[in-house]
Structure formats: structure tokens, C-alpha cells
């Protein structure tokens, strides 16, 4: 193998490790949930995923967001301290996504909460709690 080959096949596998780590870091801030459990809202997963420096939550495809008057998004953080977020249903849709406010330090599971009815609809737990 001449000096070029060389030289090529090290800066190749440099960017390979590169990317491998790159990947490694973002798998390592997105966390999946169980699946949904409860009387209406038993379906779907939750994950938990980092961007620009937000702890955001998303529900998945197959998620369906029950037909209840005031289903609400709640989080369980690993003290069992619980927090009230926002509504999935709004004008004009639904949202299947939240930005989690930065006074909350974990979560260990996530709850679709009726607001009318005050009742939990169903939960989904994380594996260990994720920040």
C-alpha cells in the first residue's frame, strides 16, 4: 500500500469513529416509553428526545388521543411530583408533541390526564427516568 492509500484509508475510518460517536450521542438523548396503559388511552408510545437544548415529547403514529373532553399531557417525575402540561387537543388539530418546561428535572412517566374529569386516562413509563 503506497503512502496516499495510506493516508486515505486512515482519514476514512477517522470519519467513520466520527460519525459512529455523533450517532451514539444522539440515540443516548432519545429514550422510548412503554406502551400507553389505561382505560382510554392504550395506545402508541411515548419517546423523549433533545433538540436545541429542549426536552421535547412526542406520541407515536399509532398513538390515538382519546375522545374525552379535555385530555391533557402530565409527567411523573421519579419523586412522584406531578406536572400538568398542555392539552392534546387544540384548535384546529392535535399536539402530539410538548416542550418540557425546564423546571421539571426528569420524568418517569408520562400520563394522558382528562382535565374536565380529572382522571387518568392511561400511562406511559420510561425504563429509568430520562432528563
Aim: aromatic residues 6%; positive net charge.
Amino acid at each position: 500500500m503506497n503512502r496516499i492509500t495510506r493516508t486515505l484509508c486512515v482519514a476514512i475510518a477517522a470519519m467513520l469513529i466520527a460519525a459512529g460517536a455523533a450517532l451514539a450521542d444522539h440515540n443516548k438523548d432519545h429514550h422510548k416509553s412503554s406502551m400507553f396503559a389505561g382505560p382510554k388511552a392504550n395506545t402508541g408510545t411515548v419517546s423523549h428526545l433533545r433538540e436545541n437544548g429542549r426536552s421535547i415529547l412526542r406520541v407515536s403514529e399509532d398513538f390515538k388521543v382519546p375522545d374525552t373532553p379535555a385530555p391533557t399531557w402530565r409527567v411523573v417525575d421519579a419523586k412522584g411530583n406531578i406536572h400538568t402540561l398542555e392539552a392534546f387537543k387544540i384548535k384546529g388539530g392535535e399536539k402530539r408533541e410538548v416542550i418540557v418546561p425546564a423546571y421539571v428535572k426528569d420524568i418517569a412517566k408520562v400520563e394522558v390526564y382528562c382535565a374536565w374529569a380529572q382522571v387518568l386516562l392511561g400511562d406511559a413509563k420510561f425504563s429509568s427516568p430520562v432528563k
